[in-house]
């Protein structure tokens, strides 16, 4: 079987969020970071990843600056923007609350409808 989920539409912003939430990290870490927390349950994919991390920090949620990475490579670190700290809270309140509808529709019996 396999364990790995796939991405539901919208949340890969929200992710991303949460990741650079725990600590600055340069794009292929925020990768890592996903997997990791997810327990390997979560692949992003590279052409899914650079895009949405151009997109958020144009939209003023993260902000980056020119690092080096642990293999003493030049890279791109992102952290999160007080404006990004807001986003991930209000987006986590909706995806729970999301959650909460999905769960009580997918447990309905016929008695109770």
């Known amino acids: ?51 949405a991390l151009y997109r958020l920090e144009h939209q003023g949620l993260i902000t980056s600056e020119w690092g080096e990475s642990e293999n003493k490579r030049k890279a791109k670190y992102y952290r999160l923007t007080a404006a990004g700290k807001h986003k991930l809270q209000t987006e986590a309140e909706k995806w729970n609350r999301m959650a909460d509808v999905i769960a009580g529709i997918l447990g309905a019996r016929p008695e109770e409808v």
């Open 1 to 51: 079987m396999d364990r790995q989920l796939e991405l539901l539409q919208g949340t890969l912003g929200m992710l991303i969020l949460k990741a650079v939430s725990l600590g600055p990290l340069h794009g292929y870490g925020v990768l890592l970071r996903i997997q990791q927390i997810s327990k390997d349950r979560l692949e992003i994919q590279q052409g899914s990843l650079y895009p």
